[in-house]
């Protein structure tokens, strides 16, 4: 099913637990988890990027959190401020979930889309709990939403009210890369040539 959506990217954090690694230019079985999440949303239009620019075979938008550093709900503001206000759907995913696929940005769109009294629709773990940068939100929604200051606040602050419907989690797509453990377990953490360990 096709839709017309816009998409963001949030790929701007330290990493810290990674010791600092830039995790978007991971490799998770030969690709970087920056493509792996521009793969799920390869259908939207625009797709923008939120973090520092790195190489990529997609077309996207770039843009940053003002001021840079100001956290993820921050970072959700400048995305919001580069996708037209024409859009209804957008989705919002950070780079850390490397087995979110297109399907899964499909099934949280069609859910959207059956609840049209739904603000979004966000990835619900195995035991329920809502991964706020795995979803699909009615972009309206977000903007009306947003603080006038949105530095330093936490993206489920703004979220959560929201109510969003859950979609649960097929397989290990809830599962995220926080840490070295975690790398080791999602993927053959094949790193970018010449990047630290």
Do not use: N
């Amino acid at each position: 099913m096709t839709v017309e959506f816009a998409a963001m990217v949030l790929a701007g954090g330290r990493a810290r637990r990674l010791g600092g690694t830039d995790k978007a230019m991971i490799r998770v079985s030969g690709r970087t988890l920056l493509d792996r999440t521009l793969d799920a949303v390869s259908g939207a239009a625009p797709v923008v990027v939120v973090g520092p620019w790195r190489p990529t075979d997609h077309e996207v938008v770039w843009t940053r959190e003002t001021p840079s550093g100001g956290g993820p709900l921050a970072g959700l503001d400048a995305g919001l401020r580069a996708v037209p206000d024409s859009v209804e759907y957008v989705a919002v995913l950070a780079t850390d979930h490397p087995d979110v696929t297109e399907a899964t940005v499909d099934r949280l769109t069609e859910a959207l889309r059956a609840r049209p009294a739904a603000h979004g629709c966000v990835l619900g773990d195995p035991e329920g709990v809502p991964q706020w940068l795995v979803g699909v939100w009615r972009a309206p929604a977000l903007r009306r939403a947003m603080p006038a200051d949105a530095q330093g606040r936490s993206l489920r602050s703004l979220l959560k009210p929201l109510d969003p419907l859950s979609v649960p989690a097929v397989g290990s797509e809830a599962c995220d890369i926080d840490t070295p453990e975690d790398l080791r377990r999602g993927g053959d953490g094949e790193k970018k040539s010449g990047e630290e360990p």
